[in-house]
């Protein structure tokens, strides 16, 4: 199975990715998205996990803007 990747989010009122969408049309709670990523069935983004217990995505750095989170279209 070829890996996905994320292609458009859904954010609460105050502007937090809440949900992800998939390149295969999946959308994912942000909790399973970061399932999805440990293990390695996304592509583009990571896991990181702050020494204060706070777990979030983000983009792999490649110097684009076009694929970054915040940016990607709202569904």
Same mark, same amino acid.
């Given at each position: 199975?070829?890996?996905?990747?994320?292609?458009? @989010?859904?954010?609460?009122?105050?502007?937090?990715?809440?949900?992800?969408?998939?390149?295969?049309?999946?959308?994912?709670?942000?909790?399973?998205? =970061?399932?999805? @990523?440990?293990?390695?069935?996304?592509?583009?983004?990571?896991?990181?996990?702050?020494?204060?217990?706070?777990?979030? =995505?983000?983009?792999?750095?490649?110097?684009?803007?076009?694929?970054?989170?915040?940016?990607?279209?709202?569904?």
């Amino acid at each position: 199975m070829d890996k996905e990747h994320f292609t458009g @989010v859904r954010k609460n009122e105050n502007g937090k990715i809440q949900m992800f969408q998939t390149s295969s049309g999946r959308e994912l709670s942000y909790e399973d998205a =970061i399932k999805e @990523v440990d293990d390695e069935m996304i592509e583009g983004v990571s896991v990181v996990r702050e020494e204060d217990g706070e777990t979030y =995505i983000r983009s792999n750095p490649d110097n684009r803007r076009d694929n970054n989170l915040d940016g990607l279209p709202i569904f």
